[in-house]
């Protein structure tokens, strides 16, 4: 049983306890002190705790056009999707600082923090689906996220995996949507809501930071060869099926991918990302 007051003990209790307060209680021991990150054995976690009213299913219907946003049912749907996001994002950050203990003492401290960033915008959500007078618990969540765990786990790029897949493809990824949807809220005339959404933006900006400061870093690299750039780590960890052409919406913010760190090459490698399907479908376009 980890003691009480240390990060391993809060990881488990995010893990095993199935309420969102439990979930969303801030990282600090007794009296508000901070964690203590001792060594420990790696944890393997398959699925998180959850009450039966916040129980994951599979897939998901498509979100609402940011066009949709006038209507609020559309709204609430939005912001309760992105709230389960940030959920399974706490739970996961949880998840890969159990799984990999021996990780370097500064990206740990950085996962920690990323993980109450998630909390807080988790909360932030929540307050705006409430203020649209509709509930959290009980509508059908996806399990997206946590479909990745199985692959992140097993890889041997270790935590490496995590950081290309959760950092540098779901993160990264959000620097656009959050501005897609912020946008949209703020059009419908919502503009709290469209706050909430610059908010997680500007955080998200230092979440990818975290891991493209660390992938190069800790990629396994052969003997005698040179550091690997951005997007070789990349695609040396990235476990499938993520992919760089997840790594993105639509909407292609590069001012912010700059702000991240992201170099130039590994920018233009996600911008000119394109799916199994896309490239199906050009290869059968006529020459
Ligand atoms: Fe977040
Ligand atoms: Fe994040």
Redesign the pocket.
Known sequence: MAAEGTLQNFCLRVLSCGDLNSKLAPPRGQAGRPLVDGPHAPVLIDRPARDAALLMTGGAERLPHPRDLVKPAARAECLARFAHH?LM?VELFAWALLRWPDAPAGLRRGLLS?LA??QR?CRLYLARLDAHGEAFEGRSHSDYFWRQAPAMAESPAGMGAFLAAMGLTL?QA?LDFSLTYRDGFRTAGDERSAQVCQI?HD??IR?VALAAEWLPRIAPVAPGADALSQTEAYQATVPFPLAANRAKGRRFDIPAREAAGLDRPFIEFVREARSSQQLAGSRRQPK
């Open positions: 940030e994002a990323t960033d998630e915008h993160e959000n997680v955080d998200e979440h």
